[in-house]
T-cell receptor, first 114, second 116 residues
């Protein structure tokens, strides 16, 4: 089954404790992206990747890191999480980095940082 | 910079009636794509419909159609014959064709509730 898989689905952690949210897709997609969703703000893009070893900042990259060492994986790293990073996070992928390509989304990861 | 505006925080529609969800956008790019996604209460994001900036005809996908008015920079979603399962959040999004970068911008969403 074609899918984008995020782990964990839920995480409660404390300020300053490094965490990684994994994202993997099995569709051989070139483009991958991370978003955070907050009430009243919609989805905001954190980072995106056009292909392996090619990443760039979205609109809200502060406090986050990403890497794209393999085509299928695009982990989101919070080196020193803070409470303002409490949010619902989505990973998404599309076949190519072209604007006519709809994105396939993972099921989301709900992070709570105390 | 790109911007998407959805001015309707919440909408109600009677079952079997049609409803229009508004979306206006702002961009300096000449070529871009516009998307609508649905997010049910279960949380997943579901792609509904796409419109390219150079497409001459409005996009349609089953009960969904996109009323694209380029000069007004609007891309409204029309849902015909509403069903109870259409109750969800709906997001408008835009992505440029530029090969140099691939930012995607979403609006804040409209919550649609279908009344029996």
């Amino acid at each position: 089954e074609a899918q984008v898989t995020q782990n964990p689905r839920y995480l409660i952690t404390v300020t300053g404790k490094k965490l990684t949210v994994t994202c993997s897709q099995n569709m051989n997609h070139e483009y991958m992206s991370w978003y955070r969703q907050d009430p009243g703000l919609g989805l905001r893009q954190i980072y995106y990747s056009m292909n392996v070893e090619v990443t760039d900042k979205g609109d809200v990259p502060e406090g986050y890191k990403v890497s794209r060492k393999e085509k299928r994986n695009f982990p989101l790293i919070l080196e020193s999480p803070s409470p303002n990073q409490t949010s619902l996070y989505f990973c998404a992928s599309s076949l190519l980095a072209g604007s006519n390509q709809p994105q396939h989304f993972g099921d989301g990861t709900r992070l709570s940082i105390l | 910079a790109q911007k998407i505006t959805q001015t309707q925080p919440g909408m109600f529609v009677q079952e079997k009636e049609a409803v229009t969800l508004d979306c206006t956008y702002d961009t300096s790019d000449q070529s871009y794509g516009l998307f609508w996604y649905k997010q049910p209460s279960s949380g997943e994001m579901i792609f509904l419909i796409y419109q390219g900036s150079y497409d001459e005809q409005n996009a349609t996908e089953g009960r969904y159609s996109l009323n694209f008015q380029k000069a007004r920079k609007s891309a409204n979603l029309v849902i015909s014959a509403s069903q109870l399962g259409d109750s969800a959040m709906y997001f408008c999004a835009m992505s440029p064709y530029s090969g140099g970068y691939q930012k995607v911008t979403f609006g804040i969403g409209t919550k649609l509730q279908v009344i029996p």
